[in-house]
């Protein structure tokens, strides 16, 4: 009997199923994830801890890694699925090191984003975030449970931008060797920045997409440069060769699942973070160093995918409010700050993304 897939994590109505489904986890206790190969480094950044105890006794929890280096964190021969990947770091690291994911010896990646934004955390502070697809637990453990199917191979890469080396990397990523069904698409993630919003334009989250595929989420981390309400904006999804977009939001914070500004208890930002959508962030000026507002939000299309046969652009608007004339509201375009990191699966091979900027225009400013 061969292994088969489950498809998006384990359910209710299937936990109690028999699967013929491997696990392994990676992780620098076992770096390729190898049968009954865990905790038997002799060396590693824990060694001095463990100096008196010896080989079993967390000798390698951890890696280091240089300035301006590349690592590689796993490399996995398929088929199989990415079921959850775990990783901390200090916050100052996570504009300055970017994740790359390939599917299948592919030459490009699918997922190209900061280490912070791709778990719903890019003000470089930390934010506990609780639902399905990203879980942020204290202090700074950061979770990500999307399905991540391949079918020959696997390779998940971090690149330091900084000189700096970075201490104390952490990770886990653990997944199944079992077959994968023809219809599973593969997963992408893709990082965007807009800083500043030119004048009355919209900010750009995914274009380009070519095949068939479904959007499954989108996070933004939104600094407002001006006084009021900032939230009017629509998101519009145009698919299929659209000129018009097929799906028109009425508001960003309608689209992230909230109402009103956000305002509950009045005066004051609604925090929240559910299993869908969330505005888990408000970080606010203090009367000394910091300026404008900054905001984290997310919402994740689980239940309700927005799915496109051969081409997909996603924009927002960052809009605000004018004083009124004659009587009459008017809307201010806004030039806000404005970094998206979205997610989606589609069919392989998909257009090269857009050149991911250097350091100095990734980090929070």
């Known amino acids: 009997m061969q292994p088969t897939f489950n498809g998006l994590g384990m359910h209710l109505g299937n936990l109690s199923q028999l699967s013929n489904a491997q696990t392994h986890s990676i992780s620098a206790e076992n770096f390729r994830g190898e049968k009954g ?31 301006r280096q590349t690592v590689t964190l796993a490399e996995i021969d398929g088929p199989g699925a ?37 778990f719903c955390n890019g003000w470089g502070e ?47 990523i653990t997944y199944a060797l079992t077959d994968v069904p023809s219809d599973r698409a593969y997963f992408h993630a893709q990082w965007r920045r807009s800083n500043p919003l030119p004048y009355q334009t919209d900010h750009v989250l995914l274009d380009g997409v070519q095949g068939q595929g479904h959007y ?74 910091r300026s404008q507002q900054r905001f984290g939000m997310y919402r994740w299309h689980i239940t309700d995918p927005i799915r496109f046969r051969e081409d997909l652009r996603v924009t927002i608007q960052a809009l605000g409010w004018r004083s009124q004339l004659e009587g009459k509201s008017r809307y201010l375009p806004l030039k806000d700050d404005i970094a998206s990191t979205v997610f989606w699966y589609q069919t392989e091979p998909h257009a090269a993304f857009p050149t991911l900027p250097g350091l100095n225009d990734l980090e929070v400013i």
């Open 216 to 289: 499954v989420g989108t996070y933004l981390a939104w600094g407002v440069n001006s006084t009021g309400w900032w939230g009017e904006g629509e998101i519009k999804f145009f698919m299929d060769g659209d000129e018009w977009p097929t799906i028109c939001g009425t508001g960003t914070e309608d689209y992230f699942g909230g109402a009103w500004n956000f305002e509950f208890p009045k005066g004051e930002y609604g925090v929240f973070s559910s299993p869908y959508s969330g505005l888990p962030q408000v970080i606010k000026p203090d009367g000394l160093y």
């Open 82 to 118: 990415i079921q959850h990947i775990w990783l901390t770091v200090h916050p100052q690291h996570w504009r300055r090191l970017v994740l790359r994911m390939y599917w299948d010896n592919e030459e490009t990646p699918s997922v190209e984003t900061p280490i912070g934004d791709f």
């Open 37 to 67: 190969k865990g905790g038997m480094a002799t060396e590693g950044t824990g060694a001095d801890a463990a100096r008196e105890l010896g080989q079993g006794w967390k000798v390698s929890p951890s890696i280091h890694i240089g300035g």
């Open 126 to 172: 930390r934010c506990n975030i609780t639902s399905l697809a990203v879980a942020v637990n204290p202090a700074g453990g950061f979770n990500a449970y999307w399905e991540m199917p391949f079918r020959r191979h696997a390779r998940i890469t971090v690149e330091n931008l900084a000189a700096d080396e970075v201490r104390g990397f952490y990770y886990q």
